[in-house]
């Protein structure tokens, strides 16, 4: 079992896969080729299950960032005798830089070593164990490096040194002050053949790579305004959480990462959520640029493309090629995440219906109001079907934004989001050539706010709740004037912004997303972030601007050294739970700080119109009645 905190965990992307490195220089977490491939190095989730480390000898201290405005990973060390640096990242292929980034990764991991002052003895321990720990594969030495086969596929270790193999290869080398050398982990499908690099390759590798998203920088990340230096990073993790072959954004890179340590809420988060469509067109609408948002739409679009009739209830996730068959299963060789079991892959939450991916995917394709007058027929027709669906089917129950594992529940977010569907296709009915439905719509739209304010309102608590006739409160009641439903200065609105940052307010200052609730799964979870950031943008969108600020502080304060953010805290230790990172945290960050800008520029043209307005006034009555 892993007993790293997951604080201590930094991300490398090539926009088709991930790897996880520690702050001690150890790759405990690699799938290749791609997101949800079967990892290689899993030592995350169990300790026998693989990783490649690079460290010096003895007592360390270390200190580490992602190179400017790149996903590149230097990590410094510092000894009794010296200081070097280890230069992570998953290479970008040639001329992939700006838009074209990630477009032909060549799933070449690259570790470069520079010894910066002194003299650093260098250990390297290379334990590849493919198939999520199931293969102890054979390792050969070759000119150049170690071959490694078993199992599906073939790696490839470029090293400098020869290595030692038993159980695991290791090597040692010494680097003198301006000495550097260079590793590379490459992979290839069985049957094929992988190179093996010489330093100055892999060293080349490194500065495009830095170079390449670099580039891509420089053309997607415009963002001005409060908390630039995060949005703009957040930014680039979702582009390292994106599959650029077909523009999917998971969840996380990793699965099964606990939300209560020795707990059974432990998922696989490496596939794409309908549910995050909106919340997600928003945030790449800010931190990135229009053709990363048109191409997560288009791949959305075309993944959820089954014309919903009145029977059809759509899927709610998918693989990030657009598969549909995510069946969950689980790992009963490992041991989990400091012994929290199972370990699943999978997701069975793909059969549960949700009635609120009808107005996630509309409010998305609303977002790209200006692009849909473009597209095909067919495509509008299933947009069309998309709000049809929703005027159908919002008063039958569900399993919630959360996807909770108990019964179904009239849940108002699922209401919420039924209207949401009914108001784009409104707005956007002559773009879909759908002016016939208006009407209709129309009408059920209001159906479906009556009932929110008629059922969803509770007065005992003075909030809106969780579902209809409940007096649980849930912290996603705050989309309400996120998504225009209501504005976050109305009387019911205000109480609830109280009442849900009284009661659900955690001893961390974050907040719950729900607290006791039977949602069909034992034990407990944390504070979550995404829903802090709510708290933020709704305060700021009630004009408590310096109240937003302060929840947003303490919630960006969750990040890690590197700026990365889980889904949870553990209140109590402050330490972070869930998948890592975690998408809807970083664009719960990023719409948090467009809000309050926004609030805040506002504001101060306000004040400013109001102090023209004073001092107008004033030189009007020293003119009429001049000083003495």
């Not at 109480?495 to 997303?513: E, F, H, K, N, P």
Request: hydrophobic share 40%; proline share 5%.
């Amino acid at each position: 079992m892993s007993k790293t905190p997951i604080a201590d965990y930094a991300l490398l992307s090539d926009c088709h896969t991930a790897a996880l490195v520690s702050r001690d220089g150890s790759i405990d977490w690699l799938c290749l080729p791609a997101f949800d491939a079967r990892a290689v190095f899993a030592r995350l989730l169990d300790q026998e299950a693989g990783h490649w480390s690079i460290r010096p000898q003895g007592p360390y201290t270390t200190s580490r960032l992602y190179l400017d405005r790149s996903m590149v990973l230097q990590t410094q060390f510092r000894t009794a005798t010296g200081m070097m640096t280890v230069s992570d990242a998953l290479a970008c292929g040639p001329n992939e830089s700006g838009h074209d980034l990630g477009t032909h990764a060549p799933h070449l991991l690259l570790r470069v070593v520079k010894c910066i002052q002194g003299t650093i003895d260098v250990s390297v321990e290379f334990a590849p164990r493919p198939e999520y720990g199931l293969v102890q594969p054979l390792l050969t030495p070759a000119d150049g490096g170690l071959l490694c086969h078993g199992g599906p596929d073939t790696f490839g270790l470029s090293a400098p040194v020869p290595f030692d193999i038993g159980d695991l290869a290791r090597a040692h080398l010494t680097l003198h002050a301006g000495e550097q050398t260079a590793f590379a982990l490459q992979h290839a499908p069985a049957g094929h053949d992988v190179r093996l690099w010489s330093p100055a390759p892999i060293q080349n590798h490194l500065q495009t790579t830095l170079e390449a998203w670099q580039s891509w920088a420089d053309l997607h990340q415009a963002y001005e305004g409060m908390w630039q230096e995060q949005v703009h990073h957040s930014g680039r993790v979702l582009q390292a959480l994106t599959f650029r072959p077909t523009g999917a954004i998971v969840a996380a890179p990793t699965t099964s990462l606990p939300e209560q340590i020795g707990g059974v809420r432990n998922w696989d988060y490496r596939y794409a959520w309908v549910r995050d469509a909106s919340f997600t067109l928003d945030a790449l609408w800010i931190a990135a640029c229009p053709d990363e948002a048109k191409s997560f739409f288009n791949w959305m679009a075309q993944a959820a493309a089954v014309a919903p009739g009145r029977q059809h209830h759509m899927q709610i996730m998918f693989g990030i090629r657009g598969e549909r068959d995510l069946i969950e299963r689980e790992l009963d060789h490992l041991s989990g995440w400091r012994n929290s079991r199972p370990v699943r892959v999978g997701n069975a939450a793909r059969r549960q219906r949700q009635i609120d991916v009808y107005g996630h995917l509309l409010s998305a394709a609303h977002r790209l109001r200006p692009y849909l007058s473009g597209v095909d027929a067919t495509t509008r027709r299933f947009l069309v079907g998309l709000a049809d669906a929703a005027a159908v089917h919002w008063k039958e129950p569900d399993q919630g934004i959360w996807e909770v594992r108990s019964e179904p529940q009239h849940f108002l977010c699922s209401k919420l989001m039924c209207w949401v569907a009914l108001d784009r296709a409104i707005d956007a009915a002559e773009t879909l050539q759908a002016t016939d439905r208006v009407g209709p719509w129309t009408q059920v739209r209001e159906d479906v706010r009556t009932a929110i304010e008629e059922q969803g309102w509770n007065e005992t608590v003075g909030a809106y709740t969780q579902a209809f006739g409940s007096t649980v409160l849930d912290a996603a009641v705050l989309v309400m004037p996120l998504v225009g439903f209501t504005p976050a200065t109305s009387p019911r609105m205000q109480a609830t912004i109280r009442t849900v940052r009284d009661q659900l307010t955690g001893s961390d200052g974050l907040l719950y997303r729900y607290r006791a609730t039977h949602d069909g799964l034992p034990g407990s979870e944390g504070t979550f972030l995404l829903c802090t950031f709510w708290l933020a943008q709704a305060l700021a969108m009630a004009g408590d601007i310096e109240a937003a600020c302060s929840v947003f502080d303490r919630a960006a304060g969750a990040m890690n050294d590197v700026g990365l953010m889980a889904e949870e805290v553990d209140p109590d230790s402050g330490e972070m739970l869930g998948n890592f990172p975690q998408a809807f945290s970083h664009i719960g960050l990023i719409n948090a700080a467009w809000s309050i800008s926004q609030a805040k520029a506002s504001d101060l043209a306000t004040a400013k119109i109001a102090e023209g307005a004073a001092y107008y006034r004033a030189e009007a009555c020293a003119r009429v009645s001049p000083r003495h």
